[in-house]
């Protein structure tokens, strides 16, 4: 390994696609489902690369070519190489919701005081860590890696190649069933962060108000709280949803004024608390703290606000599952406005549990007295007094095409791969 970061040292940084190849950078020939990177060695040499690793005997026809056991292996053991050459904290973030949100609140409250590296977008599987890692540069102060999970052990192992000092479990909620066969499934996984921390003797920062994470909290670990209770190293009061979460928070010797964000959401009230707590481990002012979380616009269709010329809509179209749409349902309903609509889409990855999650969630609209939309096949077997189904959202497009709604608050929440967002331009 140490022969072979001497390459990479040379090299300007990773690359794993040859569409975004730049001069002199290592290319990794990576195999997937339907792909074999090694067909790719020579192309990767001719548009620049200064080196190519490749798993495969048969791919090394230069002496710029270098042949390893397992590509992948490699890649993540550079990674780990590489990040143990830096003393500075990584913070490892995971959680059924939230994650990516609360990491981009952590960073721009980190960034008032601090050079952070943070995983970019939602790279944050056994590819996407790695590649983070191996941004770090000299001028780096803080780390802060996001870490998914679709199955047993997925966490065990980005964070044997990360080794977080610091981290958060945001929740544990119903997500990727279909991978962990039950909530107990995905609890076990994600409390695997906490095993590295303890570890690494590092400090996590955790929901004092979520009663699943503080009993599942390890005696033997040092951590910091946040929430509503009283008592806790960050207290936090959620004033309004206007829509937008209006906030005031407080710790010993300190109080906020009213803090107006530019996110939606009780569940992100919780994000913001987090950040915060964040900030406060790491010596940034309260004031910068203010600054960065009232600043903070989303992007990405993540609990986005946008007004339209007929309405407005609130873009939560990225991902769902059973925790993050009651959440969003839930915070929809403390929503003051005359008139408002929900349309929601099928939560994919729910394996057996699928038909019920979905049908809990329209009794969840009922008791909240919404009515609205359901988008996808799922809901469409449920039985429901309060929404119309649309098996498809091109369905879903024509017939708000041909009747128009004005002047009404709307809810767009569902799995990515529903493509809710491409309903935006109609409403």
């Given amino acids: 390994m140490e022969k072979l970061y001497k390459l990479f040292i040379e090299t300007i940084g990773i690359c794993t696609d040859t569409r975004k190849i730049e001069n002199n950078s290592l290319f990794v020939c990576l195999k997937g489902v339907n792909f074999n990177g090694n067909e790719f060695a020579e192309t990767a040499l001719k548009q ?12 090394k026809v230069s002496e710029h070519i270098i042949l390893v056991d397992n590509a992948l292996l490699f890649l993540q053991e550079l ?31 980190l960034d008032k005081r601090f050079n952070v590296l943070a995983t970019e977008g939602n790279l944050n599987n056994h590819i996407g860590v790695p590649l983070t890692l191996l941004k770090i540069n000299k001028y780096h102060e803080i780390v802060i890696i996001e870490m998914g999970a ?20 945001t929740n544990i909620g119903k997500a990727h069933l279909e991978g962990f066969l039950n909530f107990e499934g995905v609890l076990k996984t994600k409390l695997e962060l906490y095993d590295s921390i303890i570890k690494n003797k590092g400090t996590i920062i955790i929901n ?21 209770k009283e008592n806790l190293d960050v207290m936090g009061e959620l004033i309004n949803l206007s829509p937008f979460v209006e906030m005031k928070w407080s710790m010993k010797g300190y109080h906020s004024n009213t803090i107006v964000t530019q996110m939606i959401g009780k569940y992100n009230f919780y ?14 002012k309260p004031n910068e703290i203010n600054e960065a979380i009232s600043e903070y616009s989303p992007t990405n269709n993540r609990s ?8 407005t809509l609130i873009l939560d179209c990225y991902n769902a599952n059973p925790t993050s749409m009651t959440s969003a349902l839930e915070s929809f ?14 939560m994919l990855e729910l394996g057996k549990e699928s038909d019920n999650e979905h049908q809990q969630i329209l009794k969840l609209t009922e008791k909240l007295n919404l009515k609205g939309y359901t988008v996808g096949e799922i809901f469409g077997k449920t039985k429901s007094t309060n929404s119309v189904n649309f098996k498809t959202t091109k369905l879903a497009i024509e017939y708000f095409d041909k009747n ?24």
């Fill in 150 to 169: 679709n199955k047993f052990k997925d966490i065990e192992e980005l964070c044997k190649i990360a080794e977080p000092t610091c981290g958060i479990i």
């Fill in 304 to 311: 986005q606000v946008k007004k339209t010329t007929k309405n």
């Fill in 404 to 427: 128009e709604i004005k002047d009404t608050l709307i809810l767009l929440k569902g799995s990515r791969g529903i493509g809710l967002e491409k309903l935006e331009e109609g409403l």
């Fill in 271 to 284: 994000n913001f608390l987090a950040a915060i707590t964040f900030g406060i481990e790491f010596g940034v």
């Fill in 48 to 59: 620049g690369a200064k080196y190519v690793i490749v798993d495969e005997e048969k791919y």
């Fill in 333 to 346: 309903a403390m929503i003051t406005n005359s008139t408002k609509t929900f349309i929601i889409g099928d």
């Fill in 208 to 228: 004092g108000d979520d009663e699943i994470l503080t009993n599942n909290l390890p005696k033997s670990i040092t951590y910091k709280t946040y929430g509503q």
């Fill in 79 to 109: 990674a780990n190489y590489h990040r143990n050459k830096f003393n500075i904290p990584v913070i490892g973030i995971t959680g059924s919701n939230g994650k990516t949100s609360t990491k981009e609140l952590i960073k721009v409250v």
